[in-house]
């Protein structure tokens, strides 16, 4: 499957949670992200569509000007809107603001299909090039179903495709985010072993000053702590989305509460 097929897909999935929600007339609070409502959630992740397909549609050189919401597609009478402001904003989603994010990620998609991966574009990171917004984007949505099922019903995991790229990409491209957008301490040598219990997958992550090193764990001699489950599960750690109650730890669990030190959730 291509990738932004996968991102498609997840923003369907998206788009049904916040249909039910929205059904019931009113949004209730997204646990996984405290302070948000299911209309927040969508105002965020429409906002984020929009500004990537601005970014690369315009060839902007840094991420758009929030002072000019043009790029966001608004209507000018916002009246009945949720308003970031004031989250959480539990009332009643307007059928207009699903309109809004419907037609935005749609856009998305189609802006996806239309660009080579390897084409420049600028982002927050050291990959310039659309796939990493394609790569970025379809992980987001993703979290993001996720988050508005949970606040729905039952959640369904991550799919395994999206899932196992996802763990990669926390230490690729996130852990080394989050370390400096937050300052996170220096990295005293701490040894983390991530497993994948079903299907291949295997990660190693040595933090030593501010790198974030990244191998098979099969080639650490040692580790502190093991951290064994699905791809989605451990996804969804990683993410800061579930507990490791659930999952099969090997050494010192301690460990787990520092990894969330060295690699703080934004």
Known sequence: MEPASRFRREVRAFQEAVRQAAASGAAPAVPSCPGWS??????????????????????????????????????PDLTGWPDPEQAPNLGPIPDEVLDWFEEGAARLGALFDSRPAGDPAWTWSKEQTVGFWVRMQTIEAAVHRWDAENAVGLPRPIPEDVAADAVTQTFEVMAPARREWTRAPAGAGERFRFRRTDGEGDWAVHFDGPDVRLSSGASFEAFDVELAGSASDLMLFLWHRIPADGLDVRGDKRMLDRYFVVVPPV
């Not at 992740?45 to 919401?69: N, Q, T, Y």
Request: no cysteine.
């Open 38 to 75: 299911v209309a927040d959630l969508v105002i965020h992740l429409g906002a984020v569509h929009r500004g990537v397909f601005s970014i690369i549609e315009d060839r902007l050189d840094g991420p758009p000007d929030v002072s000019d919401l043009s790029f966001a597609g608004l209507p």
